[in-house]
């Protein structure tokens, strides 16, 4: 228990410690921001702080710092430090450094950014990677709430029918300005998000019959899976994501001020990172070890593992915030992946948004996709969901290097985000290596292949770095 509560703490002081260094790093002024300056009635509309950090929250989060924190928790408790560590220093910084970079280019995407700190190739590619990641992001979030509410209705209401509602909503969602839908109802729920988590945060600490393992570095993973790459694929949502990278974007067109974008980006993550601390910890006092939590999951399946825990420990109270948390958190999710997608076509296409006609051609073939990706099996979705979700995140903390390469005040201010960037790549490529839907091969070949892929990344980025200070 004493070792959760610090955890919890280092989160805060992260946030107001190295978050106020990132801050300072990037230099936040005064300018007018895009919300201002566009204002299409669509996308680019101002909102207040609160709402956008709250927008933000549900955007990254939906049920991923849950899914993600209880499957990682079959690790054991040192899965507390890659929650903590990644949020303060990976994700936080991911999030924040591209929605900043990205309202200081007009709301440009992800992959536009790419293009304009990489080059035309990786424009190129990560244009195709992001939609490939969004409409697997999509996909994910129809079917798992779809199992869980077919579960819960009478038996005519099957899960088919439930996907096609979710889709339907998605449409709508996708297609009207940001404030209608988006604006109204996601900070509801984000707050819903947020008292979840407290209530499973107070049934962990302070009832007498679950007890909570101490922090350690003990692999308790039952089916054996070493801690590195696979505890760092499996958290995402939580420690550092990057389908954050596709939702910052969403937010720079909306916030007022540059100087509220820690409040809002770095913000929203660590906010997210402590619901994620929750659910790992309340995940193992649960079960009380790590072989019933991941027979759990086995059985019922990661909203079933969820709905057991809330509706057991929060009684009624918890069946019904359950349902709210993995039903609604997920589709609140998905309908924003499936807007950012829309985004991104429209920047590619050249399409202008503020047409609905326009919008309609750019995202009934994005959700006719995702229904026929439905069909396959949420399992497969979810692993190739991680490790495309994971390369992301490397690939946008590399363009975020490469942005402070050439607007940083001093030499190494680009560390911030080289460091983590090298650290995922590692990540990354171990796990192509290995993982059972990549190569499949042995540690002994994906653990070294994978340092010397960072470590090669590494000495191209002190290379790049010192001929720009050079010149």
Known sequence: MVSFLIALGVLVIGYNGYGRVVEMIFGPDDRKTPAYEINDGVDFIPMPTWKA?????????????????????????????????????????????????????????????????????????????????????????????????????????????WVVLILIYYLIATLLPIDKVIGKLYPIFAVVLIIMAFAIAGGTLFS????????????????????????????????????????????????????????VFYGAMIIESVIALVWAAGGLAFYGNTTDLNSAIATLGQSGTVYDISRTMLKGVGGLLAIIGVVVCPITSGDTAFRSARLILAEWTGLDQKSIKKRLILTIPLLLIGAVLTQLDFNVLWRYFSWSNQTLAMIALWIATSYLIKKGKRRFDSLITALPATFMSAVSMTYFMMGKECLGMSKTIGYPVGIIFAAALFIVYLRINAKQWSN
């Open 208 to 263: 007498k019959q679950y007890h909570l393992q101490e922090i350690s570095l003990v692999n308790m993973h039952p089916d054996g899976l070493p801690v590195w790459p696979y505890m760092f694929v499996t958290v995402a949502c939580g420690a550092i994501s990057g389908f954050h990278a596709t939702q910052s974007p969403m937010m720079s067109k909306c916030i007022i001020s540059e100087r509220r974008g820690r409040r």
């Open 53 to 161: 950090l709250l927008i933000q929250l549900l955007n990254i989060a939906g049920t991923g710092p849950i899914f993600g924190a209880i499957m990682g928790a079959c690790f054991g408790p040192i899965v507390f430090f890659w929650i903590v560590l990644g949020a303060i220093f990976g994700g936080a910084v991911h999030d924040f450094m591209c929605g900043m970079i990205s309202e200081r280019h007009n709301g440009a995407s992800i992959s536009e950014l790419s293009g304009i700190y990489m080059n035309k190739v990786v424009l190129y590619i990560m244009r195709v990677f992001s939609l490939i990641l969004l409409i697997l992001t999509g996909t994910v979030f129809v079917t798992s709430p779809a199992a869980l509410i077919a579960r819960i209705t009478p038996d005519f209401l099957t899960e088919s029918f």
